[in-house]
């Protein structure tokens, strides 16, 4: 299933004196990605392997209008160039519970839910931090089914603006 929405990739990466770990920070998420999913970050071979440490969701003007909800998943895209991209896992670094649109603020990534059976719930990066397992921790840069991350906007809002952060390491291959 291919998503189209809007492009607010940077291509203005800060560096650092030291290589890493590095932030990365979005574009900001604003108005013009209502009911539209807003393609953050992709990660091309050139950047090599990345390790995500943290995510975080600051919310610098609260959102607004319709019933407000940000989940930022994992896609893939087909080149760089492409604005269209596959959905592969929509929740898979942060579901809506773990962000308060409506309140200005930074939101972490990795809240867990565990039930009285032991179950445990949340986003796979946040089950990937607790439980102490790789796999979702990690994006391998490729050429052709590049990795990406996006943000789900909900329809209706009148108002808001956030932005996503991401501390990452690139690991030597």
Known sequence: MADVGIDLRRSDERSNVRLNPFWMTSAPIT??????????FSFP?????????????????????G????????GTLASLTDSAWTVVDATRFMVSTE?????????PAGAI???????VT???????KSDGTIGDLILEGAD??????YAAVATGLTSGQGRLLVLA???DQ
């Not at 108005?31 to 953050?40: G, I, S």
């Not at 839910?113 to 179950?119: E, F, L, S």
């Not at 052709?144 to 991350?149: D, H, K, L, S």
């Open 31 to 40: 108005l013009a990605a209502t009911n539209k999913d807003a393609l953050l």
């Open 144 to 149: 052709t089914t590049i990795p990406c991350i």
């Open 67 to 74: 019933t407000p909800s940000i989940t930022i998943g994992y």
């Open 113 to 119: 839910a565990i039930d009285g059976d032991g179950a």
């Open 122 to 128: 949340g986003s796979d990066f946040a089950i990937a």
């Open 45 to 65: 071979a050139a950047k090599g392997v990345v390790f995500l440490h943290e995510i975080i969701f600051r919310v610098e003007t609260l959102f607004a209008g």
């Open 99 to 107: 962000i308060t649109e409506a309140t200005a603020g930074y939101y």
């Open 169 to 171: 390491s690139r690991i």
